[in-house]
């Protein structure tokens, strides 16, 4: 009895998806972005993870770490995350390309990293202003 409905429903609801797929094809181009705009956009290559992200001019390299799924902290690291205040230190990333891309180390950076290399920064101290790649947690 309730497979005939449940095939009913199946038939009765083809219509509806394709729909939503023809409303989703035409949101993935925002009417705003020119395509000027987006070959300006700073691209963030994450070397481990073989993936390439692309960011507006002065994003957060954390943010967009987080929001292209990309792992930034390591066990501990997760257990004791500040949650990109600059507090805990645990979203250490090495900075192999374009280093002058990024936003100057801050105050809390150079205290966090005084012992690390130069080209070791807080991803969420750093924002993006052109081309940059990275490597999640260096030395693991
Ligand atoms: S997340 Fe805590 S210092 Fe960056």
Redesign the pocket.
């Known amino acids: 009895m309730q497979t005939g409905s449940k095939e009913d429903s199946q038939r009765g609801s083809e219509p509806e998806l394709d729909q939503p797929t023809e409303q989703r094809a035409e949101q993935t181009v925002e009417p705003s972005t020119t395509e000027s705009q987006v070959k300006s956009m700073p691209c963030i290559t994450f070397v481990k993870e073989d993936k390439v992200a692309f960011a507006a001019e002065g994003a957060n390299l954390?943010f967009k770490a987080l929001e292209n799924g990309i792992d930034l902290y390591t066990f501990m690291g997760k257990m004791m995350?500040?949650?990109?205040?600059?507090?805990?230190?645990?979203?250490v990333v090495e900075i192999v390309e374009g280093m002058q891309n990024l936003s100057p180390r801050t105050e809390v950076e150079d205290r966090?990293l005084r012992k690390k290399p130069d080209n070791y920064r807080?991803?969420?101290?750093a924002l993006v202003h052109g081309a940059v790649s990275v490597v999640t947690k260096p030395g693991k």
Do not use: I, N
Request: with cysteine.
């Open positions: 954390r995350t500040c949650g990109g205040y600059g507090q805990c230190g645990t979203c966090k807080l991803a969420c101290q």
